[in-house]
């Protein structure tokens, strides 16, 4: 299943709740941008409603 994007595929990278552990967030979304994904982070300590 190849296809070719006219544009990079976005993806949302959100830490929902009140830990304060990112280290998997940041790292998955280092790698989908390597990988040339259009990565949007929003940091830490979001609501469900924020994302």
Same mark, same amino acid.
């Given at each position: 299943?190849? @296809? &070719?994007?006219?544009?990079? /595929?976005?993806? !949302?990278?959100? @830490?929902?709740? !009140? $830990? #304060?552990? $990112?280290?998997?967030? @940041?790292?998955?979304?280092?790698? !989908?941008? $390597?990988?040339?994904? =259009?990565? /949007?982070? &929003? #940091? !830490?300590?979001? &609501?469900? =409603?924020?994302?």
């Amino acid at each position: 299943m190849n @296809k &070719t994007f006219s544009r990079p /595929i976005r993806v !949302l990278v959100a @830490k929902v709740g !009140l $830990d #304060g552990h $990112d280290r998997g967030a @940041k790292v998955i979304a280092s790698s !989908l941008r $390597d990988a040339g994904m =259009e990565v /949007i982070y &929003t #940091g !830490l300590r979001q &609501t469900p =409603e924020m994302v």
